[in-house]
T-cell receptor, first 112, second 114 residues
């Protein structure tokens, strides 16, 4: 089924470990976004991409890096995880000229 | 700065009564507005959007929203609440500064009591 797939769905990390979250979309969308969701704060934009090979910082980029080497994939990396990065992470995509956004099902990350 | 405000952390309503979840926004230019719902341990589900045209927008599951430009509001409504409507609701606006970023409100938890 067409859509946005996030892997993994759950992960527990120890402080200082690194990991990469993968977002894959098969709709040929130009725009891709990474959000984090924390209680009482809604969804906040971490990084985004407007096309293959481009990335930009969002509202809360510190401690994260991203890459978009292929149009269909948008990777979110944590180089040295901290407990403050415990959150639910959502990826979204949007096509050029389209109005709607497609969201992935989320990744629940716990850093201990 | 462009922003979205959801002034109520939680809304409580009895089943069968009408419900309103409030949202106000601040953007330059014409807004594209959205409502999403999140059920426990689930992702975001799209409910409805306003782009242009009729100020009353109808969406999924019997929800509707009223766009009011003078009050910069986009309140979510439903004539008769169901217990199954209990969830977390997010209002969002598309950033008009470019790159189509979505700006979300903090969310409102709706609790519908039998």
């Amino acid at each position: 089924n067409a859509g946005v797939t996030q892997t993994p769905k759950f992960r527990v990390l120890k402080t200082g470990q690194s990991m990469t979250l993968l977002c894959a979309q098969d709709m040929n969308h130009e725009y891709m976004y990474w959000y984090r969701q924390d209680p009482g704060m809604g969804l906040r934009l971490i990084h985004y991409s407007v096309g293959e090979g481009t990335t930009a910082k969002g509202e809360v980029p510190d401690g994260y890096n991203v890459s978009r080497l292929k149009k269909q994939n948008f990777l979110l990396g944590l180089e040295s995880a901290a407990p403050s990065q415990t959150s639910v992470y959502f990826c979204a995509s949007k096509g050029q000229g389209e109005v709607g956004y497609t969201f992935g099902s989320g990744t629940r990350l716990t850093v201990v | 700065a462009q922003s979205v405000a959801q002034p109520e952390d939680q809304v409580n309503v009895a089943e069968g009564n009408p419900l309103t979840v409030k949202c106000t926004y601040s953007v330059s230019g014409n807004p594209y507005l959205f409502w999403y719902v999140q059920y426990p341990n689930r992702g975001l589900q799209f409910l409805l959007k306003y782009i242009t045209g009729d100020n009353l927008v109808k969406g999924s599951y019997g929800f509707e929203a009223e766009f009011n430009k003078s009050q910069t509001s986009f309140h979510l409504k439903k004539p008769s609440a169901l217990v199954s409507d209990s969830a977390l609701y997010f209002c969002a606006v598309r950033d008009t500064s470019g790159y189509n970023k979505l700006i979300f409100g903090a969310g409102t938890r709706l609790a519908v009591h039998p």
